[in-house]
């Protein structure tokens, strides 16, 4: 491993490297924590969402995107790349699994503590394992309504989302839509068979 | 007039001014959409609750792995292949800062024996700062003689730590907390023995030496066709990549490089190099001032992108190199004959405080 990191030092020491555009930092200083929250949405880890972050500027930083259009492309590819993450699974189960017990049990001490849990499902406590099933539901969705779905609720506009998706903004509000009925469909499902 | 769609329901909570007036106040008087709005709405709430969660993000820290990665996308090891200078190429690249400036103060000694004679250990480290334009000039190797590799790099991954110790004899440190953005499981990477043998030629290195404008001093007697030895390693890391091309840390140890020859001493060994005139001067200074005894290693570091500053870990002293872009940080240190590296996109604070807490196994 001596070579490895020999070779890391020596590269890092004689330039950046070729062919990485040059308005990068800019683009990634004012860009990465919206990155993040559109991975994050996703993936529902702040580390994990960074790691997707990471990957979608380490593509950008090679391409030719239009700086203009920098935010949209990121914003899409965080979206895919964080879904593909959440399909093939790589993504560590374990700790979110500890992370929803803890919050599961927090949360129903706190309803049996005698709070008034609001009738209003929009004003509702969105528990982790409501968050977990979001998130599975959102692997099974089709592709696109999925990204669709993250890109809207990361505040894309519906003329962006349109933009980067290759729809018309008027078949957007059909697809958020449509994303949305399937996952409280999903929360429905669990809630009841709770 | 029909309804409008669910879509257009579903946009009006959110971009109302982008709807048909017609539609808006179609809704606004249709009981009927009123409450299917009323449901769109609920959903996209509900939805919205559930994946929100904006995080705290260190857009610094970030930028510092980023540039990490991108760095090192341009430069992954290369297997030596092919004969000759090219396979030394390509043995060197990786190896450069450590074999290659071992032998470049050591490996030139006079009278060819029988018997290979160490001559070189690295027992210390201590940087050779100077200028970018400096270091690329100093002499490849081939460029005194014939470097024959005799054990190629052998970089590859094993299951775990035990694997890698069994491979080695080296034991992997043990990392008590890892810094704020490195997650996940390390991978455990293993290299065996790196080692060439450079036959030195006094024609190959005239050629040098003129090529730099100089004359050749009188070779000393016997050195024409002897043989020098080089190695290092083996070797073992812990890196932690989580998915990315350039792991966030590294913790890495190392057998340091040696070089064996016979009969002449290092420090006149040194000192035939030095009177080439093919190093820079103020590199050769600096390599004047290391002690004689051949337990110096230097690492070449240039004045323009690193900064190296003298620290210490655990009470031993050690070296912190971190470019001035502040991209990554490294700090290596020698202790009881194994070189230790702790490297990442990582702040100097970072770096130094994984390598202090490091605990390593006897």
């Given at each position: 491993m001596v070579a490895r990191r020999a070779e890391w030092k020596d590269s890092a020491v004689v330039s950046s490297p070729p062919?990485?555009?040059?308005?990068l930092e800019q683009v990634f200083r004012t860009a990465y924590p919206r990155v993040v929250a559109v991975a994050a949405r996703v993936l529902g880890s702040r580390d994990e969402a960074e790691d997707v972050a990471q990957e979608v500027f380490l593509t950008f930083g090679r391409s030719t995107v239009p700086a203009g259009e920098a935010l949209g492309w990121l914003s899409v590819a965080a979206a895919h790349t964080a879904l593909n993450h959440l399909r093939t699974g790589r993504r560590r189960a374990s700790r979110e699994e500890a992370a929803t017990r803890a919050a599961t049990v927090s949360h129903e001490a706190a309803a049996g503590g005698g709070e008034v849990v609001s009738p209003d499902v929009a004003d509702a406590v969105v528990t982790r394992e409501e968050r977990r099933r979001v998130r599975e539901a959102l692997a099974r969705l089709p592709h696109r309504q999925a990204v669709a779905l993250v890109l809207r609720h990361s505040g894309l506009s519906y003329a962006e989302v349109a933009a980067v998706l290759d729809l018309s903004p008027g078949s957007v509000g059909t697809t958020v839509r449509r994303a949305e009925s399937a996952l409280r469909k999903e929360l429905n499902r669990h809630a009841s068979s709770d | 007039m029909r309804h409008p769609t669910d879509g257009t329901l579903r946009r009006l909570l959110d971009e109302p001014a982008a709807i048909a007036d017609a539609d808006r106040e179609h809704v606004a008087g249709c009981p009927y959409c009123r409450s299917g709005l009323a449901v769109v709405q609920q959903d996209a709430a509900l939805v919205g609750a559930a994946l929100d969660g904006t995080p705290d993000v260190d857009v610094d820290a970030g930028w510092r792995r980023l540039s990490g990665a991108l760095v090192a996308e341009g430069s992954q090891v290369t297997v030596p292949a092919g004969p000759g200078r090219r396979r030394w190429k390509a043995l060197r690249s990786p190896v450069a800062a450590v074999v290659g400036a071992a032998v470049l103060v050591s490996g030139v000694t006079a009278a060819a024996a029988a018997e290979w004679l160490p001559i070189f250990r690295a027992e210390q480290i201590t940087p050779v700062v100077a200028p970018r334009a400096d270091l690329v000039q100093m002499p490849d190797l081939s460029d005194l003689g014939d470097m024959e590799v005799?054990?190629?790099?052998?970089l590859r991954q094993v299951a775990d730590a035990a694997a890698a110790k069994k491979a080695t004899g080296l034991s992997v440190p043990q990392v008590n907390t890892l810094p704020r953005g490195v997650t996940g499981r390390p991978t455990f990477h293993v290299v065996g023995r790196v080692s060439a043998t450079l036959t030195f030629s006094a024609e190959k290195t005239a050629g040098t030496v003129a090529s730099a404008g100089k004359t050749l001093p009188p070779t000393l007697p016997g050195l024409d066709g002897s043989r020098f030895r080089l190695a290092a390693g083996p070797a073992v890391a812990a890196a932690w990549?989580?998915?990315?091309?350039?792991?966030?840390l590294i913790v890495a140890r190392a057998v340091p490089p040696t070089a064996e020859s016979s009969g002449v001493p290092f420090r006149t060994a040194r000192d035939y190099l030095l009177s080439l005139g093919v190093l820079p001067e103020n590199v050769a200074s600096q390599l004047r001032a290391f002690s004689g005894d051949g337990t110096t290693l230097p690492l070449f570091t240039t004045i323009e992108k690193v900064t190296s500053s003298a620290t210490d870990v655990g009470g031993v002293p050690a070296t912190l190199l971190v470019p001035r872009d502040g991209t990554m940080a490294a700090v290596i240190w020698m202790d009881r004959g194994v070189l230790t590296v702790v490297a990442g996109s990582l702040s100097a604070d970072e770096v130094l405080s994984v390598a202090r807490e490091l605990k390593v196994e006897r």
């Open positions: 062919g990485v555009r040059a308005d | 005799t054990e190629r790099i052998d990549s989580a998915g990315r091309p350039m792991p966030a």
